[in-house]
């Protein structure tokens, strides 16, 4: 699977799960002032302390065999400080899938390795910036609007001719971002429009301004490029970022993703109805929570009843006014667009 949100290695990994008695009830650490990420559910007696990759495994298919739960693999990954990509895993790697029993040295040794907490000066997060929500309207100077390869898809170092509305606006080596408009963004809740979802889809640099269009090269492909998407001035494509104090307590929801699907995890992108006009700044974390029960439809009712669960944690690495984008750091259990989002002062 493609996980292009990462440039390099997340330079410090986020927080390592600790199996809590023989229950298969798990921790994910740190545990904050909200309380700790927990999964419960019975763990079969079968299940080995470690396992050797074969070829063709994935951590989605070892959870399905050992624990009947795929979706299990988050907790497992965090089991694995050594796996930097849970999409790359190879034949021969051993991979832990439950924390050594008993209470004895080697039990606590074990647990001393995979459990540790990353302090805010210590963490860096590399990673593009592949997508965001825009509350108004892009600016489009024009469209890549032809090439001469006989392909559909566009590539890194692939020729392009761009119209623009003024080809004497630009300049040889000048370079543009290339963007997609995917959807208006519906708050889960309320309804309200919050902008509309862009993906940005790679950088070209021009070469020669001919009559009509404007000769020029793909120098980057974020994702497949096709003739017709628009382009703009050059957007700030690296985000280098490091946690940073919450300043204040702030309250929120997952209202999309740069990926629409179901289920979200580790290192996926989302966005969230908070931002920079609310007092959010690019490093802060949220807390994601969530309540209900994970297998049963409930009521409003009875959902309303039950408590608020910490189920993973979000970094932010860009904010418009009114909305922020942020990566999953780490999850329990995977994350859906609706789930709660909590930034809490002093963390």
Known sequence: MRRFALLGAVLACAAMAVAQGQTGTYQVGPVGPLGAITVSGD???QV??????????????????????????PTVWALNPHITNPHW??????????????SGPAAASAIDRISYTIGTESAAQVSLNEGFIAEKQMDRLGYVSFAPTS?????????????????????????????????????????????????VKGVVEVESV????????VIRSFTEMKRGLPVTELLDHYHVVSPRLNLIDLRGTVVDALLRRAELGQFDVVFLDQGAKDGVQIGNRFFVMRRGDGYLELTRETDEKLPWEQIGEALVVETQDRSATAIITRSAIEVRIGDRVVMQRHY
């Open 43 to 45: 763990r079969p007696a």
């Open 89 to 102: 895993i190879y034949p021969g790697d051993v991979i832990r899938l439950r924390a050594p029993s008993g």
């Open 48 to 73: 080995p302390e470690e396992y050797i990759v074969d070829e063709g495994d994935t951590l989605w298919e070892i959870c399905d065999e050992y624990f009947g739960e795929p979706w299990r693999w």
């Open 151 to 199: 392909r559909e898809y566009l590539a890194e170092g692939d020729l392009v001719y761009l119209e623009v509305k003024d080809l004497g606006d630009l300049r040889v080596s000048q370079r543009l971002s290339v963007f997609e408009v995917l959807n208006d963004v519906k708050h889960p809740e309320t309804g309200e429009i919050l902008g509309r979802k862009v993906r």
């Open 210 to 217: 001919e009559e009509n269009v404007a000769r020029s090269r």
